[in-house]
């Protein structure tokens, strides 16, 4: 079978060529395709067959898995997706032979970690459970011995021509949970443990309250529930709510306004109504004071905000003192360099230079290394990429890429760059969204092309130079 990839407007295919008549797997598939299929479109061009396999957003498990091998987690999944799929299948009375199965045409979505499958309804020789439990066989990490045993066993009862989906669900090997799964119960048995003491909690309240306000108070259950809080707080956290509260004690500033209110109240009074001679005193004394007061809190606030200013200041010119001294003893540093080299310039070495003029140079087989380099062209944080440690998968994916770009036009595992068999250095398009471009023609998706020094490469919006 062969495949082949291209690009129509925004959106990239998988295209296989078919011959095979129109059916009721065919209508199927295309009008009511089960979950887990790649969405697919019939086209014919110059009297032939093509399905074209939606494919944007996702990679192919020997992308995917090309810098982080398959672990027992990745594998449960991959494999509980492909058995959910055929028992869909057989919903739709469509047989799981129709499943293409290999490392280039399974399907993954990087971020919600979900597997999609290839269904073309024709039957082949190269689709077998065997041979593709083989194929994965080649790209497991290592480092979980009782995996690899099993994926070795996997492969060894796949090889039976009778052995089916069903056979592989109820293999051991998959038997456990997947994380997520372990995160909800053991969120489900923190809720239970949590539950189960707010029970013996409630219970030993209710042994110690009296009979008779249990039945009278209906807020029992809401004073159980606050001692229950209380009594599940350490002294820590205790201490650290009285510091809470404390911390945000009122200003003097707030206490100024309220003397200000206090003298107005006593100026209203002294308006509105005819006072004795002792109340008229009194009155004028508790403004007096509190005009007074309100002064002196103002006068307190303001010297408190410009002391904390004068902090600030302060903290600021001791970084910036400190920087002025480093870069003072940095400029001593190349000063005594160049004084050193002054130094060294006397009539000696003037002698010496000449002398080593006149005499020839030596030859040597020894080639200059070429350092092979991607180099950052107009992006602003000037990134060059290394390409010594080749192969190299680039993306923004943190884990499945070996070097991390963050710009947000680059793909996820948007290339690869490898050397051929020529060990010339080539660079191919891992189904990116945004597309890689090789001096301003754009790459098809999974499309390798050689590159030479001088060439522009984009990944993306951003913009590389290879030398």
Known sequence: MEIKYTRDLDHNYLVIETEQEENYQWKMIEQNAPEGLLKHSIRRIDGKKFLYYEIDARQ????????????????????????EVGERLADYLLGSEGLVLSADTVFIEPNARRFCFIYVPEKTGDRSLGRFFEEMLEGIATEDETFVQGMYQLC????????????????????GKLEEEKDVDNWRA?????????????????????????????????????????????????????????????????????????????????????????????????????????????IISYKMDVGETKVHKKKRRSRKSKQAEEE????????????????????????????????????????????RKLYGRD?????????????????????????LLRDESVSGIHARIFENERKSVTICDLNSTNGTWCNGLRLMPNESREIRRGDEICLGNLVFDYR
Not at 60 to 83: G, I, P, T
Not at 339 to 368: C, H, M, S, V, W
């Open 379 to 403: 992006n602003p944080e000037n990134i060059h990429i290394s390409l010594e440690r080749l192969p190299m998968t680039i993306g923004r994916m943190p884990g499945r890429v070996d070097f």
């Open 328 to 371: 003072d003893q940095m400029a001593e540093s190349w000063q005594m360099i160049e004084a050193e080299e002054d130094i060294f310039r006397d009539e000696e070495g003037e002698l010496n230079r000449k002398q080593f003029k006149q005499e020839a140079a030596l030859y040597t087989e020894n080639k200059p290394r070429c350092f």
């Open 190 to 298: 923190d809720v239970g443990r949590e539950n189960s003491e707010f029970q013996n909690q409630w219970t030993a309240f209710e042994e110690d309250k009296p009979n008779d306000r249990i039945g009278e108070e209906g807020g029992g259950m809401e004073e159980a529930a606050f001692l229950t809080q209380g009594s599940r707080e350490s002294p820590s956290e205790k201490s650290k709510l009285r510091e809470t509260k404390f911390s945000g004690a009122v200003r003097p500033y707030y206490i100024s306004v309220l003397f200000i209110l206090v003298m107005l109240a006593g100026l209203y009074v002294r308006m509105e109504y005819v006072l004795t001679p002792l109340e008229n005193g009194v009155s004028l004394a508790i403004t007096s004071l509190c005009v007074f007061f309100a002064i002196f809190n103002l």
């Open 156 to 175: 060894e009862d796949a090889q039976n021509e009778n052995f089916t989906l069903k056979e592989l669900k109820e293999t051991s090997l998959w038997s």
């Open 60 to 83: 192919n498990l020997s992308n995917y898995f090309a810098v982080k091998k398959l672990d027992r987690e990745d594998m449960q999944r991959l494999v509980r997706a492909l058995c």
